[in-house]
């Protein structure tokens, strides 16, 4: 049986301990395989209505990605693998097909990469990763991690 030929594992993340798994997970793969981490911060449907509306401070919402992020760092370098970012919304008031579980696979082909690691369990009712798992695990072309 051969084995995987991997390049980028693809971490979708939403501030949630659930997602920080899932960052463990996609490291521990992409070294096991020499390949690179792209984690992709998803914005799920309240912060972005809140920061249409200006309930939400997109400050705050910068500060919290990028603090996340740092998490994200810490384990990747803690792995010594490469890593990249982004930040996507999972949700628009004007597009009507923007999904969670869409953004997250747009972004994988977009990027390449060859594995998704998504986190499943929900943190909370509208937690936007666990909306999204679903999704990623129907549609996806890559092979699919689910934890």
Not at 77 to 90: F, M, N, R, W
């Amino acid at each position: 049986m051969a084995e995987l030929e991997l390049d980028l594992v693809l971490v979708p993340v939403d501030g949630s301990d659930q997602s920080r798994a899932a960052v463990e997970y996609a490291v521990a793969i992409a070294d096991h395989y020499g390949a690179a981490v792209h984690a992709v911060y998803v914005l799920g449907e309240p912060t972005v209505r809140g920061i249409e509306t200006g309930a939400v401070d997109k400050g705050k919402v910068a500060d919290d990605t990028e603090a996340f992020g740092q998490i994200v760092r810490d384990i990747a370098s803690e792995g010594d693998v490469p890593l990249s970012t982004s930040v996507v919304q999972g949700f628009s008031t004007e597009i009507k097909t923007l999904h969670p579980g869409s953004v997250v696979l747009d972004t994988a082909e977009e990027l390449g990469a060859d594995f998704v690691v998504v986190p499943r369990e929900p943190a909370s009712d509208t937690d936007v990763l666990a909306k999204a798992a679903e999704y990623v695990l129907l549609y996806a072309s890559q092979p699919v991690l689910s934890v």
